[in-house]
């Protein structure tokens, strides 16, 4: 990338010349960040508020493959995943660490455009960059964010809090990511066979986009306040609905049944796995980074939200912990199993 010679190679810059240079397109905006970039550690304050600490790391060639993720959306996306962790805990993200290691592959504009998708997610969800590391690698980018909010007291949703009946909820609509991945790997292999074919997504824009630019559910965690709703337990869904349930029901030490016909599946979805010859449920089921929400909520919560388009049941919880099955649409009841994106699989989806 940095052999253009119009760009700026990022030993010209230094490693100083570049926290300086990130530093000074980030402005503090929460009450809660007293010192943010610039000392050996950022200082917050909370008051009686709890804490909520979370980070995750993404590796080139693991996580991300640059030759179909633009930059602006990967630094997009490393933000709002980890911001996603603090909302499935039922806090309020306020601040983000970010750590880099950086192959001399790039340039600093390449690493512009990954801060300035770091910088958007920062400004839609209000949290402050405080810190973080940047470092040489040797080959290709890895990328590690730490994300850290505030809940009241005792506020937080676990994933152990599940109650025998609960109802078993979703946000948004599920698998729309792992098509977005199909689509993009097809792409792809397309053009490494010919290097001259234009990629071919208009057709396919939202389930790339469920896949490039995923969302934290801020504003279902809001719409819950607003109904009145507490969760009992609370995930988000980055494996895949099947390996999240099977978590909450662990942690809950509680059974879950999830049904086909309840699954939310976008139009959208639907076309694009008829294209590629997959079922859609299963992809539902188990694909992984749609970031949305799962969780419980006591059956007597079920008609605050009826119709709110935000929320869909597609299950419930059960007494017995050996209970942990997928009821299809002919009845047949399958066990559920995590066949999530395993990030220690062999699995390609990875
Ligand atoms: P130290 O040597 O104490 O680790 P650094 O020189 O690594 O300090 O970092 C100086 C300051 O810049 C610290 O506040 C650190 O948190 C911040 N920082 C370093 N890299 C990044 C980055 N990629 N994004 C945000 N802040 C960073
Ligand atoms: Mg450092």
Redo the contacts with the bound molecule.
């Keep these: 990338m940095s052999q253009d010679a119009s760009l700026t190679s990022l030993g010209d810059l230094g490693?100083?010349g570049?926290?300086e240079h990130?530093?000074t397109q980030?402005e503090l905006q929460q009450a809660s960040s007293v010192l943010?970039?610039?000392?050996?550690?950022?200082l917050l304050d909370f008051n009686e508020k709890q804490c909520l600490l979370s980070t995750d790391m993404l590796v080139e060639g693991v996580h991300f493959d640059l030759s179909y993720t633009p930059l602006t959306h990967l630094g997009y996306k490393a933000a709002v995943v980890n911001i996603s962790d603090i909302v499935a805990m039922g806090g309020t993200p306020t601040q983000l660490?970010?750590?880099?290691a950086v192959s001399n592959r790039f340039s600093k504009e390449a690493v512009d455009a990954l801060i300035a998708g770091f910088r958007q997610a920062c400004s839609f969800y209000e949290v402050d960059?405080?810190?973080?590391?940047?470092?040489s690698s040797n080959r290709g980018l890895v990328l590690s964010v730490t994300a850290i909010g505030e809940v009241e007291q005792g506020k937080h949703i676990s994933r152990s809090g599940a109650q025998d009946n609960d109802l078993l909820v979703v946000t948004g609509d599920l698998g729309g990511a792992f098509l977005g991945l199909q689509v993009l790997e097809r792409e792809k292999a397309v053009f490494l066979e010919n290097p001259n074919a234009q990629p071919q997504l208009d057709d396919y824009q939202y389930v790339v986009g469920r896949l490039l630019k995923p969302e934290a559910r801020k504003d279902a965690i809001e719409a819950l306040a607003d109904l009145g709703i507490t969760p009992t337990a609370m995930i988000d869904i980055s494996d895949g609905l099947s390996s999240e349930a099977l978590h909450l029901a662990n942690a809950s030490k509680k059974g879950v049944r999830l049904y086909e016909d309840k699954l939310p599946i976008a139009d959208e979805t639907f076309k694009a796995c008829e294209e590629f010859r997959l079922n859609a449920p299963t992809v539902a089921l188990n694909g992984g980074e749609d970031y949305e929400l799962l969780f419980s909520i006591p059956l007597s919560d079920h008609a605050k939200f009826e119709g709110h388009p935000f929320f869909r049941v597609v299950g419930h919880v059960t007494p017995d912990e050996k209970d942990r099955c997928f009821v299809t649409n002919q009845g047949q009841e399958l066990p559920l199993k995590a066949q999530g994106w395993n990030a220690l699989s062999n699995n390609p989806e990875d």
């Design positions: 490693e100083f570049l926290i990130i530093r980030f943010g970039i610039g000392d050996d550690a950022a660490l970010l750590s880099l960059l405080v810190g973080g590391d940047t470092t």
